[in-house]
Nanobody, 119 residues
Framework: QVQLVQSGGGLVQTGGSLRLSCAAS??????????MGWYRQAPGEQRELVAT???????NYADSVKGRFTISRDNVRNTVYLQMNSPKPEDTAVYYC???????????WGQGTQVTVSS
């Protein structure tokens, strides 16, 4: 089983910055943590992809956050980060981290954390 524990989040002003963290732990054997990423869900909206990062460090971003958000990971600590620079009010959402396991098929999820961007 994979557990994802998120930290960070909260209220941030436009022009400020915020960093989200998500630490993954694995029990019961199985493969190592593979791709990790971040999704977000605004009230009344579907959950959408924000960014992903592979074990090797290859990244993908939603067009809406390119140039503003940066995803990174620490493979020793199995932790993924989302650095949110120049946040906009439309970035307000509940942010969820996610992870897959090598040779596995399912996707694991953190519990989510609220990010609110105010002007």
């Amino acid at each position: 089983q994979v557990q994802l524990v998120q930290s960070g989040g909260g209220l941030v002003q436009t022009g400020g910055s915020l960093r989200l963290s998500c630490a993954a732990s694995r029990s019961g054997g199985g493969g190592a943590i593979n791709t990790m990423g971040w999704y977000r869900q605004a009230p009344g909206e579907q959950r959408e992809l924000v960014a992903t990062i592979t074990t090797g460090g290859s990244t993908n971003y939603a067009d809406s956050v390119k140039g503003r958000f940066t995803i990174s990971r620490d493979n020793v600590r199995n932790t993924v980060y989302l650095q949110m620079n120049s946040p906009k009010p439309e970035d307000t959402a509940v942010y969820y981290c996610t992870a897959t396991v090598i040779f596995g098929t399912r996707q694991y999820w953190g519990q989510g954390t609220q990010v609110t961007v105010s002007s």
